[in-house]
């Protein structure tokens, strides 16, 4: 048996940053990393546009309290206050510290840390590396990794969280290169396992974005909180869904109906196009369902609206965001300085997540904890972003609780024994898990079934939600959920089977989205993301509250947690 002190599933910015974080604390420490991807491939390469902190190199009156409040009405007051607090006042000093480690974030004339506008942000507060920001942060990082000598076990797909007594104690994993399989016990497990774009048919997100850490969570027996907020970019590129950076928006873009109108006056006046990404996604829907989208061929009534960037002129969109130029020249054909970019919104970022305290220990109900069990980043809900989160506020969280949660833990695993694992009977339930797949005769395909799945949670639980529109959608999943019981896969090898890990996604995106689902029906109301058509409007006297949702095959059973509030008072939010 593999033997860590501490074992961390993901490889993105929350993970890196928690095992450098440990290895500076205690360099004693065996700490492991373990990835489906190459860590640089994790899905934090992809991130654009930034990361917020109140450095003032800007706007000079900018502070923490403004990005706290900023925040929490972002989140249409959802958020848990005391995490917030966190967030803000730890920004600054992360950057700082991300720069020392040899990130080359984009300057102004004289030198300091150059920052642009974001939506919902009221300062010039995000800090930029061009527009591949996440590419500069994640690469320094890994490269932090082998320095600390933290070890990498990358293309191991992990498949289930060993969990006992309340106590986690180590993970399943299995070699997508050949097949093996691990038991890997530790001291404490981490879990910073990324999104679940991959749930919806038109995403942002990359391929490995499946949840799978949300699911294996849930299928011990654990809550997952606020499930119902799933955030829409309001600019994914159209067809393909690919996002087109907040960061455009940011430098000066415009969004143009078929009327050639700034149609963001008539939903949010004083924030324009620089509104947040729930309001600004419910325009774009709401303009195309009025018959003033555009078609691909610019007549009117179409399934997309203009992004327009050419007012900006060539020398600031190749100098500010070149890579969205560029994104959208290889995969639209449009040449940004001359033409408008068609876009429309996208499934791009978790709300909600695994709940954690903000020491990023994992709860099991609104009062207790599960010993030795940590999650951080976009799979946690600790939760900063409520019901809606604020661009450039993720790569934030990932690093100030990817740190934060790495110190919790090496101060948690000194003087404490590996928990004793029953190697042999783990090893033998992930063989026969994998054996179910691989015999299981039916006449199905996986892309076949995950099309389908992917369809019903698009139209059933996409921008705007009702009851009846989503109970048809239960229906037809309890219909695939059947069906993905009678996949065949034809590759029945052990090499780089990778039938048999899209197999096994499957199963995480189906546990997601179920949950997903039945949080959203139990939200009577319209909150942050979250907007009911049945119940148009936000009520904080029943639903000022956290969901917690607890899976099991036979049926998903639901509880609140408070929300924290100290410093803000839920206001009516207008932009
Ligand atoms: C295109 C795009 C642009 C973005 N731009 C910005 C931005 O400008 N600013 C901002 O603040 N936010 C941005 N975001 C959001 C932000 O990038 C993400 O929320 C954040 O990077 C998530 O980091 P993470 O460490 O939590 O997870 P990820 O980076 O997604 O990493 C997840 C890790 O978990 C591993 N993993 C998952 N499942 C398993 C398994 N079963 N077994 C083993 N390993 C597993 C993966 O291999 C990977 O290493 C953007 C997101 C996208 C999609």
Not at 334 to 363: F, K, L
Request: aromatic share 8%; with cysteine.
């Amino acid at each position: 048996m593999i033997e860590h002190d501490v074992v961390i599933v993901g490889g993105g910015l929350a993970g890196s940053r928690a095992a450098v974080e440990i290895a500076r604390m205690n360099p004693l420490l065996k700490v492991a990393v373990v990835a489906k991807t190459h860590p640089i491939r994790s899905h934090s390469v992809a991130a654009q546009g930034g990361m917020a902190a109140t450095l003032k190199n800007v706007d000079s009156e900018d502070s923490w309290e403004a990005h706290a409040f900023d925040t929490v009405k972002g989140s249409d007051y959802l958020a848990d206050q005391d995490a917030v607090e966190i967030l803000t006042r730890e920004a600054p000093d992360v950057v700082i510290d991300l720069e020392h480690m040899g990130v080359l974030f984009s300057r102004l004339p004289d030198g300091r840390i150059a920052q642009r506008a974001f939506g919902g942000h009221a300062y010039r507060r995000t800090c930029y590396a061009a527009d591949k920001t996440g590419h500069a942060i994640l690469h320094e990082l890994v490269n932090n990794l082998r320095r600390y000598g933290v070890t990498i076990y990358d293309e191991w797909y992990v498949m289930r969280l060993i969990l006992e007594d309340g106590q986690a104690k180590g993970i399943v994993m299995y070699h997508i290169r050949d097949g093996r399989i691990e038991v890997v016990r530790a001291k404490a497990v981490m879990f910073a396992t990324g999104g679940y774009g991959r749930v919806y048919n038109t995403t942002s997100n990359d391929y490995a974005s499946t949840g799978d850490g949300l699911a294996m969570t849930a299928a011990v027996g654990l809550p997952l909180e606020d499930m119902e907020f799933v955030q829409f970019h309001p600019t994914g590129l159209y067809p393909v869904g690919v996002l087109i950076s907040e960061a455009v928006r940011g430098e000066g873009a415009y969004l143009i109906n078929s009327e050639g109108e700034r149609f963001m006056q008539r939903y949010a006046p004083s924030r324009m196009e620089l509104a947040p990404r729930d309001i600004t996604s419910r325009a774009i829907v709401q303009e195309i369902r009025a018959g003033r989208g555009i078609h691909p061929d610019g007549r009117a009534g179409g399934p997309l609206v203009h992004l327009d960037v050419r007012h900006l002129g060539r020398e600031k969109i190749m100098s500010r965001i070149p890579f969205c130029w560029e994104e959208a020249h290889r995969l639209a054909g449009i040449d940004a300085v001359h033409q408008p970019i068609p876009v429309r919104p996208t499934v791009h970022y978790s709300m909600g997540g695994i709940p954690t305290n903000t020491d990023g220990q994992v709860r099991s109900s609104p009062e207790g904890l599960v010993e030795g069990f940590f999650a951080a980043g976009e799979t946690a809900c600790v939760s900063v972003h409520g019901a809606n989160r604020l661009g450039s506020n993720s790569l934030l969280e990932c690093v100030v609780y990817g740190r934060r949660v790495g110190a919790a833990i090496a101060r948690y695993v000194e003087n404490r024994k590996l928990p004793d694992v029953d190697e042999q009977r783990y090893r033998r339930e992930a063989e026969e898990r994998i054996q179910s797949l691989l015999d299981q005769a039916g006449p199905y395909r996986i892309a076949q079934i995950r099309q389908a799945y992917q369809d019903c949670m698009t139209e059933h639980c996409g921008v705007f939600r009702s009851e009846r529109v989503m109970q048809e959608g239960l229906e037809k999943l309890r219909t695939i959920r059947q069906q993905a019981q009678q996949i065949f896969l034809d590759d029945k090898g052990k090499l780089w089977n990778s039938e048999l890990t899209e197999a096994l996604e499957l199963q995480s995106l189906l546990i997601v989205g179920e949950m997903i689902l039945y949080s959203a029906l139990s939200r009577k109301e319209s909150r942050g993301a979250h907007s009911r058509e049945d119940y148009p409007d936000r009520d904080d006297v029943n639903f000022l509250k956290h969901t917690l949702a607890y899976y099991s095959p036979a049926g998903i059973e639901l509880r609140d947690m408070p929300v924290t509030i100290t410093q803000f008072q839920p206001q009516e939010r207008k932009y």
